[in-house]
Nanobody, 127 residues
Framework: QVQLVESGGGSVQAGGSLRLSCAAS????????MGWFRQAPGKEREFVAAISWSGGNKNYGDSVKGRFSISRDNTRNTVYLQMNSLKPEDTAVYYC????????????????????WGQGTQVTVSS
């Protein structure tokens, strides 16, 4: 069983920054890709970013490219999401998730390919 715990959410003004963290426990963290997704009220869950097990491959949703950065520290079993130049439309609950595939090279954007999910952390950006 894997437990994922997000932290770092909060309220910030437009143009500001936040850094989200996701601490993992359970099966070998360093062997699985990790992803961040978000969901705003009344909207579907949206892919934000993902990083391969080694950190060598990364992928970003179009709406966050150039503003957000994903990273991981396998010694700390933690994945991060640095969010800069935040906009009101970034307001959502942010979830981290662990990929189903062991040592999978391809970084997937599909929620169905992630097996374990955190409880989410709220990010609110005011104009």
């Amino acid at each position: 069983q894997v437990q994922l715990v997000e932290s770092g959410g909060g309220s910030v003004q437009a143009g500001g920054s936040l850094r989200l963290s996701c601490a993992a426990s359970g099966r070998a963290f360093s062997s699985f890709a990790m992803g961040w997704f978000r969901q705003a009220p009344g909207k579907e869950r949206e892919f934000v970013a993902a990083i391969s097990w080694s950190g060598g491959n990364k992928n970003y949703g179009d709406s966050v490219k150039g503003r957000f950065s994903i990273s991981r520290d396998n010694t700390r079993n933690t994945v991060y999401l640095q969010m800069n130049s935040l906009k009101p439309e970034d307001t959502a609950v942010y979830y981290c998730a662990q990929d189903k595939g062991y040592l999978r090279v391809v970084v997937t954007t599909q929620p169905g390919e992630y097996r374990y999910w955190g409880q989410g952390t709220q990010v609110t950006v005011s104009s």
